[in-house]
Every structure is written in C-alpha cells, then in structure tokens.
C-alpha cells in the first residue's frame, strides 16, 4: 500500500518533491521489515525511477543505495553507467560491481568516472593497473592517495612513464611511501628531460650542449641514488637500468670516480654474469688478467678497458692507502685518473678525453664546495 500511494502520487509531483521521496523509498527499501509485497513493489517502482527524466531523482536513489550490499543489482549496473555525478556515487562505494565491470567503465575514458573508481576502498591491483595504464591524470592522482591502496612496483612505474613529465604529478609520486628505487631513477630521468626540453626552447645553447648536460644530470643523479640503497637494493637497481638500456660506460665510469664502488661490482656482475663474490675479488686483488677477463665477457666498449682498468687501480690505491676524509676519495681518485690517462698519449679517442675532463671539473667543483662548507662551520 505505502508503495501504490508513493506511484499515484509521484505523477504530479515536482523534481524537488520526487528527488526527496525517491530517497525516503530508497531508505525504506533497505532498512525496513517490508512484506514481501510492499519489498517487490519498492524494487519495480525503484527501477522504474531510473527512466526519470530528472537527474536529481536518479541521484537520490544512487545516494541510498550506492554503498549497500542490499542494492538491487541491476539498479546499480544503470545507475553504474548514468551521468558521471550519478555513476560516482555508486563507482565509489557499490560492493555489487565487478572488477571486470569497472575494467570496461575505466576505458571509457571518462575522467570523473575513472576518478570515482580510483577512490573506492578497498580497490584491487587489477584495476589499479588499468587505471595507472589508461586513466586521466586527475584519477591516478586519486588512485596514489587513496589510503586503502598500496601499489605495486610495476604500477607506479607505470605512472611515472606516463605523467613523470608534470611536475606536480613528479612531486606527489616522489612522495609515495616506499617508491621502488627504480622509478625515482625514472623520474630523474623524466626530470632531465624536461629541463632540456625546456632550455631549448629558449635557444640560448645548442641542442648538442643540452642533450649532453642532461644525460650527464641524469648519470650522476643515477649514481647518486645508488648510494642509499642495500646491497639486494642495488643488485636490483643495476637490472632495472640495463633493462631500460641506461647502464652505459659512463655511467659506470662516472660510478668508480664518485667512488660507488658497490655499485659498479653489481653492474659488472650483470654483465658478464660473473657472481658478485668473485668480481669483489677481481677487484679488490688487482689482477689485471682476471679483470680484463670478466670485462671481456661484457658488451662495454673494447677500447675503453684500459681507462676502467686504470680507473679502478686508481680507486683501489685510493681506498687503501689513503688516509683523508672519505668525502674527499672521489677527487684524488679522480686526480689520479686523469694524470694516469694522459700518459697513454693517443691511445683512448678525443670524446673519452671531454668525458674525463667534465668528470674532473664537476667532483673537484663538489670536494671544493664540501671543503668551503667544512670551513665555515668551524669558523
């Protein structure tokens, strides 16, 4: 009876009127001893509410039922897929609507839809990946702050492919709890970029100048990060970068002069699948012959063995026998190099020379700035 007086009534009724008695049904429907009847007329009248042409009614009844595991199915699929600020209320909080459902409402490409699913709790990793892999930016700036979430490595790198290039977004990712090593390096390097992007629209350097300053920021910035890291941490960061084909010469060169030795034992472990053990005593004994043999079995460039092997007898004399401030072993390993290297004359080509000297100008400019720092803090 109550739900016959609702239907003769609800024809000459107003949108406000109607959008007030759809949510007093709706709460009816869900939290009270209905006879079975009355239950069955409440769910027709219900569904039939959702051709209303007022999206205010819809709303009401979205905004009842949206979170209730009670919900009349089909009721929630409709309103799952009605106007964005109706669908929302359901996407976020329906327990009714599977992943796979939600999966084909992400790609529909819908930026408040999208954003709504992001906030659900609690949310699977399946669609958090199809929301890192296809949704706005809006959402998956959603998706990292919702608490309930905690996402996996592969998608956050996702999302540092695809939006590392915003700053605001870099900053929010940047301060994801435990970001996995390899997309901060990703984010540098998206960071790089984009400030070369952006000094050549300016025109002031060449294109040449800029590419090169931003591969040699995003080195050492690579070389940089691996000084935080374990040793099971670095073992794994030395594989992402040569995945992402960024574990070049330099970067190892650039590693013995800044003096991350660990670092290059990893990645000389990588590449010539030697283990680790072993390259630490190929290293540490100086045998050249044991050296050059594990750096054979890697795909560094042949002519640049004699400035590795020089580079590390020069950081292994370094470490031994030197008794300054540990801060200070990049410079005089960097020294050393470079005096040692000149004495081979023509051997090493002209750009292994320009690499040398930016390397020694950039670690004597830092030991030159940790000196002056020291200094002023004891005056």
């Known amino acids: 009876m109550i739900v016959q007086n609702y239907l003769n009534w609800v024809e000459d009724a107003g949108v406000a009127e109607r959008a007030l008695a759809t949510n007093a049904l709706a709460r009816a429907y869900l939290h009270s001893e209905l006879p079975e009847t009355d239950r069955n007329h409440a769910e027709a009248a219900m569904t039939v509410l959702l051709d209303d042409p007022a999206p205010s009614v819809r709303y009401a009844l979205a905004e009842v039922l949206g979170g209730a595991e009670k919900a009349p199915r089909h009721i929630i699929n409709a309103l799952a897929r009605d106007l964005p600020d109706i669908a929302m209320m359901v996407l976020c909080r329906s327990p009714l609507i599977a992943d796979h459902e939600l999966i084909e409402l992400i790609s529909s490409g819908d930026r408040v839809v999208q954003t709504a699913i992001a906030c659900r709790q609690p949310l699977s990793p399946a669609l958090a990946s199809a929301l890192a892999d296809t949704a706005h930016e809006d959402a998956c700036r959603a998706l990292m702050r919702n608490e309930e979430v905690s996402l996996r490595g592969h998608t956050l790198m996702v999302l540092a492919r695809r939006f590392g290039d915003s ?212 005056a």
């Open 167 to 378: 700053g605001t977004f870099r900053r929010e990712l940047l301060d994801y709890p435990f970001l996995p090593v390899e997309v901060r390096q990703q984010l540098v390097q998206k960071l790089a970029t984009g400030l070369a992007d952006l000094v050549s629209k300016t025109g002031w350097i060449s294109e040449f100048r800029i590419k090169r300053a931003a591969t040699e920021a995003c080195d050492k910035a690579s070389v940089d990060i691996a000084r935080q890291l374990n040793e099971d941490q670095v073992s794994r960061y030395v594989e992402h970068l040569r995945e992402s084909g960024q574990l070049t010469a330099a970067i190892l060169l650039r590693s013995i002069c800044q003096g991350e030795i660990d670092f290059f034992k990893s990645a000389l472990s990588n590449l010539s699948s030697l283990p680790e053990r072993r390259v630490q005593f190929i290293l540490v004994s100086g045998r050249r012959s044991a050296f050059r043999a594990a750096y054979d079995r890697t795909e560094l460039p042949k002519d640049a063995f004699a400035l590795f092997e020089i580079a590390v007898d020069c950081w292994r004399e370094a470490y031994f026998n030197s008794t300054c401030d540990e801060g200070f072993l990049p410079k005089i390993v960097m020294d050393r190099i470079v005096t040692r290297y000149h004495k081979l004359g023509d051997e090493m080509s002209s750009p292994v020379t320009l690499m040398l000297n930016r390397l020694l100008t950039e670690i004597n400019r830092e030991a030159a700035r940790q000196r002056v720092k020291e200094i002023r803090a004891v």
